[in-house]
């Protein structure tokens, strides 16, 4: 997922009461057993453990969902990563994610589509997106994507 605006960090810690809550990435988990571990992991320790690019991808919708720029930032490929990401607009509220097809091309390429919806400012959003990875040095990475 590309950001729309760029400018300024913001920690990697998800808020408290989260861990009970369903995950925003619509797996039917919990925060805590989903996109919450991968999110734990590398505020704790830096490391990147997503096992495939559709478990990142969904990790970095939530980390949208929670503005944790950070990680968005650190699981953007280097030769892709913009400098800075600024945090969601005060009154976006993300509505749900549906991945549609996630393949593999390769040991270290896969792509995923997805549709995430939105609304911001009362006017509903739709992003679909077919999204590259790429595994370097063990950890998968969101490359780039197309927009439809």
């Given at each position: 997922?590309?950001?729309?605006?760029?400018?300024?960090?913001?920690?990697?810690?998800a808020?408290?009461?989260?861990?009970?809550?369903?995950?925003?990435?619509?797996?039917?988990?919990?925060?805590?057993?989903?996109?919450?571990?991968?999110?734990?992991?590398?505020?704790?320790?830096?490391?990147?453990?997503?096992?495939?690019a559709?478990?990142?991808?969904?990790?970095?919708?939530?980390?949208y969902?929670?503005?944790?720029?950070?990680?968005?930032?650190?699981?953007?490929?280097?030769?892709?990563?913009?400098?800075?990401?600024?945090?969601?607009?005060?009154?976006?509220?993300?509505?749900?994610?549906?991945?549609?097809?996630?393949?593999?091309?390769?040991?270290?390429?896969?792509?995923?589509?997805?549709?995430?919806?939105?609304?911001?400012?009362?006017?509903?959003?739709?992003?679909?997106?077919?999204?590259?990875?790429?595994?370097?040095?063990?950890?998968?990475?969101?490359?780039?994507?197309?927009?439809?």
């Amino acid at each position: 997922m590309k950001p729309q605006k760029t400018k300024t960090a913001a920690t990697s810690a998800a808020p408290s009461g989260m861990a009970a809550s369903a995950c925003p990435c619509g797996s039917g988990r919990g925060y805590d057993a989903c996109c919450g571990a991968l999110h734990r992991a590398f505020a704790e320790t830096g490391a990147l453990a997503a096992p495939d690019a559709q478990a990142l991808m969904r990790s970095r919708y939530t980390a949208y969902t929670l503005d944790l720029i950070d990680y968005l930032l650190a699981t953007w490929h280097p030769d892709t990563r913009p400098e800075s990401l600024e945090r969601g607009e005060r009154d976006l509220k993300w509505l749900g994610l549906e991945v549609r097809r996630h393949s593999r091309q390769d040991a270290d390429h896969e792509t995923v589509e997805f549709v995430a919806r939105s609304k911001v400012g009362g006017r509903a959003h739709r992003m679909h997106e077919i999204s590259r990875f790429v595994r370097a040095n063990g950890a998968w990475l969101y490359l780039d994507g197309e927009i439809d």
